[in-house]
């Protein structure tokens, strides 16, 4: 073994002569035990709410988004389509068309997104999974048969099988000019609600689901598409980068661009706290300087005993070093190992419940293990710790040592 090492490990064991030396030593460790254990546990909180707002998008999201650069609406029959309809890496091609209409249902009216859907947007997201009244209206042979949002069906109180109060829907006229009767300026139909869908809030209160003829045939479009969303058969990312070139009039983007602003600040929010908690480490870890100094002040004829055996100045530097970062490493471990027992029961168990039981998607916070936050946070810590017993080390030679 390390003489240095093997004297510090000597050092860190034994019973000192003043009590608060050893008293001093445990507030260290558990100083630097409980800065480690929060960092573990807020980054696998953290990090159990982004992977709960990705699957919650990735319910309704494609892995790719097409979308046109200028005009709102893209043609099918465009070359560049016809060509991107033919790869092979593609294993779902869906066109979808969005526009806003007023939905009218008995005396409440609320502005919406129609967004017309064939019957492959079930299989390329999980939107089945997100209904959970009714069913889907892609399992129904009805042209007028649709799926709303959560948030507009509590809005509109609105009731499946209704058949005595219809949900009638307004879709502005496409044509230029102007009309006398207000009522000439839409587009009416009667649509049939077959389920109430719930994803989250940005979807629940926006989106109508219905046939994209439906919404073909009311807006006089044929063969025209607001985007195009792709289930690929490859990596989204090598996928992007192959047709965008081939793609020059048209938008590409995944799961992460379609929201990169909301991704961003997630994870900002997530490494802005981590730096938080690891400057309230740094003022725990002063407890490390206070113990190895009082340590060296303890040891004093230790230290002149070996210097007259011989030992060199960057020996006994290294010895009350390694105490440092015993003490470091003690705390460290200790907090890897408790902040892994909490996730992993809070994980299992949902011990710590959300306040508000029964207006989230969750009862309890969501937590994900992730083994590289915990290489990171040990990393850290023992920087920090090598730093604070550093500090203190360099200065125990002093002129009366030499």
């Known amino acids: ?13 034994a019973k000192k002569s003043h009590n608060a030396v050893n008293v001093i030593s ?42 046109p650069l200028s005009g709102k ?56 999974s997100a209904v959970f009244s009714g069913v889907y209206h892609g399992a129904e042979n009805n042209k007028a048969a649709v799926t709303v949002g959560n948030g507009l069906a509590y809005m509109l109180s609105l009731q499946l099988d209704d058949p005595a109060n219809p ?5 502005p006229k496409r044509e230029e000019g102007y009309n006398i009767n207000p009522e000439d300026a839409f587009v009416t139909t009667i649509l049939q609600p ?39 058969n490859t990596s989204s990312r090598s996928f992007i980068e192959e047709v965008k070139p081939l793609l020059d009039r048209f938008e590409v983007r995944d799961r992460f661009q379609q929201h990169e602003l909301l991704y961003k600040i997630m994870r900002s929010e997530k490494w802005a706290v981590f730096l938080i908690l690891a400057f309230i480490l740094i003022i725990a870890t002063f407890n490390v300087i206070g113990s190895l100094t009082m340590l060296i002040v303890e040891k004093r004829k230790d230290i002149d005993i070996l210097q007259s055996l011989g030992a060199s ?34 994980y299992t168990f949902g011990i710590i419940k959300l306040g508000g039981a029964g207006t989230f998607v969750i009862d309890s916070y969501p937590v994900r293990i992730l083994w ?23 200065q125990i030679l002093k002129p009366e040592y030499d």
């Open 372 to 394: 590289n936050d915990f290489l990171y946070v040990f990393l850290v810590v023992c920087f920090i710790g090598f730093i604070a017993a550093w500090i203190p080390a360099r």
């Open 313 to 346: 100045n960057s020996l006994i530097k290294r010895i009350f070093l390694f105490e440092g970062l015993l003490i470091t490493l003690a705390g460290a471990l200790s907090g890897l190992i408790l902040g892994f027992i909490i996730c992993y029961l809070q």
């Open 73 to 128: 609406f893209i043609d099918l029959n465009d070359p560049q389509i016809i060509k991107l309809k033919e790869r092979k890496d593609i294993a779902l091609f869906v066109p979808t068309l969005e526009e806003n209409a007023l939905l009218k249902y008995k005396d409440k009216q609320i502005i919406a997104t129609l967004k017309g859907v064939p019957k492959d947007f079930r299989k390329l997201t999980k939107i089945d």
């Open 194 to 232: 077959s389920g109430v869908f719930s994803i989250q809030q940005e979807f629940d209160i926006k989106y109508v689901l219905a046939d994209i003829t439906l919404l073909q045939d009311l807006m006089s479009l044929t063969n025209k598409a607001s985007a195009i969303e792709l289930k690929l």
């Open 167 to 171: 949900l009638t829907l307004y879709l």
């Open 26 to 67: 445990i507030i260290s460790v558990l100083g630097v035990s409980v800065g480690t254990f929060a960092l573990i546990v807020v980054l696998s909180v953290f990090n159990g709410f982004e992977h709960l707002v990705v699957s919650l998008y990735n319910t309704f999201d494609p892995e790719v988004k097409i979308t």
């Open 1 to 13: 073994m390390n003489l240095a090492l093997y004297i510090a490990s000597r050092y860190i064991k």
